[in-house]
């Protein structure tokens, strides 16, 4: 009778997954993904597991004691989404197996120890979001020739800030473009910061992601700035360009390292993967409402243009 009993009691376990965001950009479409990806996978909300998600609203300060919260309930591995949410996970457990998802750069910001050979109890992937910066700069020379001066619209409390800059920065110097730092927190009120851009007669704005949220794109045509970023939902929203990491794509591969995990693999053998698929998109409407003259030739290569 035991065999089958410890059969029924296996049918019967519901996983609890953890989900941790910022809130910045909307996580709406990253939860829809890998709760989809998770389903594929066996995992179906209700049956045999259950989602609890906590976002942050864009407020960073939240971020840890909704981390703590997650790890008292407890889960059985827990979700972050970028990295101000992994470093929340990690601090607050070193037991319950973590799963980042378009983490900046995790060997630089000390979350694991390499990519190959994370350790302790993080994996997942990254969005190798710092080498993707001077892809981006390179965006701003081609799509805008006579840029000089550029502003880097930056996170003040996300840990990738650092390296995030000095990427544009080493980029901006190769392409003779001046980077003007306009640093500022992801609750506050951004149209200060972009009437002070204005006035400093910026060419462009590079956006880091987590700065993004409903309203940004507006304030940019507002003031009338040309905006880039490496999330490529930005331009969907008004932004003028984004090159970066196919969302969705890292987004699948988090789910698949959840199954692995649930299904008994550590954290600490599962290397951490970078992107393989990467997308530009161009909002031209954006570019008509800036008087921006978007070239033939990067029309064609982008993998994405909104009319």
């Known amino acids: 009778m035991a065999l089958p009993l410890a059969a029924v009691a296996q049918q019967a376990k519901v996983h609890v997954i953890g989900i941790l965001a910022l809130g910045n950009p909307n996580p709406a479409n990253f939860l829809a993904v890998i709760r989809e990806e998770l389903a594929k996978l066996g995992y179906v909300d209700g049956r045999n597991c259950r989602f609890e998600v906590r976002s942050a609203q864009g407020k960073a300060a939240q971020l840890p004691a909704l981390a703590s919260e997650l790890v008292k309930f407890p889960v059985d591995v827990l979700v972050t989404w970028q990295t101000p949410p992994t470093f929340a996970a990690r601090d607050a457990t070193k037991d319950v197996p973590i799963v980042m998802v378009a983490v900046g750069d995790p060997v630089a910001t000390g979350i694991v120890a390499s990519l190959s050979r994370p350790g302790g109890n993080i994996t997942g992937n990254t969005a190798i979001a710092a080498e993707i910066m001077s892809k981006n700069m390179e965006l701003i020379r081609e799509a805008l020739p006579k840029a000089s001066r550029v502003a880097a619209f930056a996170n003040t409390v996300d840990p990738f800030t650092p390296p995030y800059l000095q990427h544009i920065e080493a980029a901006a110097d190769r392409l003779g473009i001046t980077i003007e730092r306009v640093m500022a927190r992801p609750a506050d009120d951004a149209d200060p910061y972009f009437q002070s851009m204005r006035e400093k007669h910026v060419d462009a704005v590079i956006i880091q992601p987590t700065l993004l949220r409903p309203g940004i794109a507006d304030l940019a045509l507002k003031h009338q700035l040309p905006t880039f970023s490496m999330s490529a939902n930005f331009p969907l929203s008004g932004g003028l360009m984004a ?54 030739n990067l029309v064609i290569r982008a993998d994405e243009v909104i009319e």
């Open 243 to 296: 090159y970066g990491a196919n969302g969705p794509a890292l987004t699948r591969e988090g789910a698949i390292y959840v199954d692995k995990i649930l299904k008994g693999q550590r954290p600490s053998d599962l290397p951490v993967a970078q992107p393989t698929k990467f997308d530009l998109v161009i909002n031209l409407k954006t570019a008509r409402a800036l008087g921006v003259e978007v070239s033939p």
